[in-house]
């Protein structure tokens, strides 16, 4: 009796089984349901939308881009070139992707109690209406229908996009870049509102790969004098102008750690100028980047760009995989962060600013109500980023309620990001967080902490309007 | 249907959900309900007590008094000028209780989800008989209401104490204190008992402002020469005994960390000669501090008094509203805090001396399991303080049961602090305590951990005889 | 009606009381109740086995040995000689087990809430057939009947072996142990599997009492120069090859931090010859045993040991205690614990080896979301082990499975170890294990988040199949 066919997905699914939870849970939910997504942070491809093409395979689509999967896989012993993950140096890796979907089959119980679990059900389920549990032997027929699905209209990217009801979906871009699709999508006439956002490591981090000639390359792109500290921060300037020409209403900033620094100008000129000559040590670098976040927090003053902080990720922690396959496999680690002194000459500069928005992100859970709910929950200018990366799960989430509310309230938070490169598991993201925050509130509801009246309209806001108001998207004002 | 009236307060508060939980809760709660109110530790005014004068108007008494209020709001973009917080500079600030108070009324939805909330709701309900939700249409009439009962006597200090049900309230002054205030009141023949604590961070915490001169004053007040070691150490023990006399049985420490240090005479004396000459830095001024913890262990040895440690707050990080407002404006922040290697000197000198009782508290919840429990659950002289300040709240009670019980039971626990300066809000306070303490028992009952004649009596030590014992207020014994 | 006479065990116990997942656990804790006990990693004493003699008497047998037991009966003033904890110095210490049991008896009430609790009261009722709740009243009676069960056949060790369904168990002994019991039991006719575990610390850890000694021994025992790194390098690995011989899978690593190193060969050479002096400050000791845990690491990649790192643990914490009373007196203090940085140097080295397995172990909760996790759901080597000594708990189960299952899965974690000295404790720490991780699958399945038939599947695995494969103690297949 393994495995007899039945819903994928159950309508109750993540609500507490308590039925006076249950049912206030669903009444909350059907309320928001339907509300359009808003993903203000993600590292989709610009291009599915500009140009539109159809995805190629299920395995390219569904299995090669997403980490969460193959890092799982790899963890229990099957090689990345197993599953398609292309090498440095241009060694074999498996190029059927029926053989690679076949081997994600086999393998579907390692994802028992993992959100990837949730999102493959529910992309199959939802999106191409397969409703059998995966498993080695309908890997075949699933593979088969998925790509059957994928050569026709309906499923290219921007009919996706209608159809998963997003609002406004961000993508992730370097200074450097063009922003060529982003244009392309603007001057088309479809009317889905794709934007970018200013993710400028590649040109304030002097460790990341490249620094030095990105530095140039900003130069010239932007005609300032980026050997000077002050033509540099003008070039800076001028980027970001380009980026909220092209929608952008965020910057993201994915440092070590939240370190900042307000040094003197005579400082900031000699710690540029050495990084320019690739001369910091690893303390200097580190100080560079604290300063620079000061730069772009007093640049958001001046352009309103929202300011993003992802700290506390350990980069390419496998020495091998690295070399082998670089970055973005599935072997960042995060390590512990701390946010009180690190914060502090940011916001001893500008923290009381009205003008400023700050969203604080953590993989460190220790932080959620020692630090950040209480910084949150004080500082006008910081809002609490939603539960990110590993901590992007139901039992990570409620956590997060449990531990940020109570200080935080609902109000300093900031709805909810996918931060996904896997754009079927969107509406599924949405899905879990909208049924955990119902959850979460419907236990408030049950135990009298909460009225049902105020639970629904913190619905709502957790749901669509707080992310709206957060990242500056919206054009009406909160219901609350 | 948005706020129609109903009652503010469910009796099932805060219980479970689930029916078997709630039947045990409730039985567990109503045996142990009407126990009388033991408040150890808060920062209540012994004004109120020895004068007996009404309160002024519902904003200083309920708004301006709290930083839990303020701090969200102040986060949420409103100026503490228009929430009537003085300035330093004598600025204009808003004078009107009434325009305060609407200010709060229309923005209680921030509240939603923090104990702040259940906080204010008991207070309105069981103190003033208000049982509408707080909202910018009925602030108005709600200010009224609240305001008629302040003009009568059944709403002065000495009848709400009676009414609240206070067997003793500790209040916390500095060793330069003159407690005339506690002399007055043991002198009316008004049979409240009020009793004040030792809180040396004054003359005993280089950093504080106007440690050198609190120190001259110290030896003033009780003809020691403080200019020596031994004499500044014979002059706090007269200061002890001074407020022992006035019914202290504890005394208090808000040190940035629990470090303490057990040094020989001749580096104490250099020490503190080099802190009375203003020459410590800052590694010095924390090692004479963490000396200071063992000779206050070392007086409790011979005097008795309770020694309680609150360590691990940041304090005044918003500089620019510490310049603005002074302290304790809602801008500590908690940091990282360690206790195994911080309390390591201290412990090897008195850890296991059975006259003396240390109460640990901690703003870092990652310490409870890892640090906490065990150390309490071993060294006879340490005993866990509830949840505190920031974890003050439902749920982080609940995660404090969870966290500390299974390695150091219930015994090694003091009962509950409400550590308020919101006289108002200590009967809620201490009925969210009782209520999530039921709780919890009642799960333990519920999943056949614990049997329900002995969760009563746990109740009972939770509510009371824990924290009489701990603070060696009692003159029966424990039950259990 | 305090205490009447009712059944101590509740069929029930431990299950979520919301009836929709009572029901589910009942019927997936039905399936695995009857495993066998497999039991890996523990510190009972070979002798029991190979001598099979009877156990002397309830005192020194369940309580003595226990410092979970007498930690916290020290915790609330009971001078450690009234429960018979042997001096140092020889003097005077209880001698009457009858007093022992007594005392601890009138004390049982500090262990509610507690998983020493769960453990008594499953061994007073399925070993010795006692049903009612300890007390001062009926301590004698209960001393008497399990005294009377000790003097049986049905009670000596080797019985109580097979009937607590004991499939195989791991003791722990030193290198320089002679491993006689452990040949004995192999020897004799009796077919139970006892089997040793490697654990080098004395011989490898500078700080270790007699280290120098212990490697002099270590040469004599092996007929290497222990002298010359290599020739100590191959003295380890004969050691390790003899207790292979005699049973050994694993091998296991109590140190401090988890710091690792890698080395060149001089460095090497260098640090052993200043260990071999004594000459070695704490910073250079702490490199050595990092530098050791790599080489037991490459070992291992030899000859198939399985490696346990057990960090965290500040030891003997109380020094007084310590000099009274000596070691595992239960004053070890968990500290805070990093993996990220301290693993890497051995993870450069070795960590993507498909033939090395580490399993990692933790005191500090806080890593695991930030690290542990993230580290086990990626490196092929790492798998989790279940939570250790102060987490041995229910609460502390359940937090471990929600904190480690949404990133790492179930098959990277390594099912159940008791890691106990009490025998008779076997059982019921693998039945509260068997319980929580029921109770936590069939919160998964009512919350729709799994099907019950892999839940099935998983709880056998948590049970009884996971600790076969990460010990390599099967013949058979996992069954998913």
Redesign the interface.
Known sequence: ???EP?AL??P???????P??RKIARRLYEAIEELPIVSPHGHTDAHWFSENAPFADPAHLLIVPDHYLF??L????IPLERLGIRRNDGGAVEEDPRAIWRTFAQNY???????S??WIDHTLSTVFGIHE?LDANNADETYDEIDRCLKTEAFQPRALFERFGIEVLATTESPLDSLEQHRQIRESPWPGRVVTTFRPDPVVDPDFEGFQHGVRELGGLTGEDTESWSGYLRALAARRDFFRALGATATDHGHPSPRTADLDRKSCERLFAAARAGKLNAAQADEFRGQMLTEMARMSLDDGLVMQIHPGS?RN?????FEAFGRDV??D????T?Y??AL?PL??RL??E?RLSIILFT????TL???L????????T?TLGPPWW??D????MLRFR??T????????TAGFNDDTRAFLSIPARHDVARRIDCRYLA??V??????E??AL??AADLAYHLVRRAYRLEHETLT?
């Open positions: 009796m393994k495995n039945r997905l159950d109750d699914r993540l609500f507490a089984s308590d006076a939870q890092r799982m790899y963890s229990r012993g119980h390692l994802f028992r109690g993992t959100p679990r949730l549990r350990v922690h496998n020495r091998d995989l599935g072997a680690i995060p390590a512990r701390s009180v002194d502090r916001l001893d923290g009381n009205p993989l460190d859970e220790s109500t020692r630090e709910a209480p910084l949150a929950g004080h500082y006008p910081l590993f901590l799960s139901p039992e990570a449990r531990a509310t109570e200080t935080a309230g609902f109000q300093n236990e408030l049950a135990e009298h902490r909460l009225e009246d105020e309209e913190v609350s």
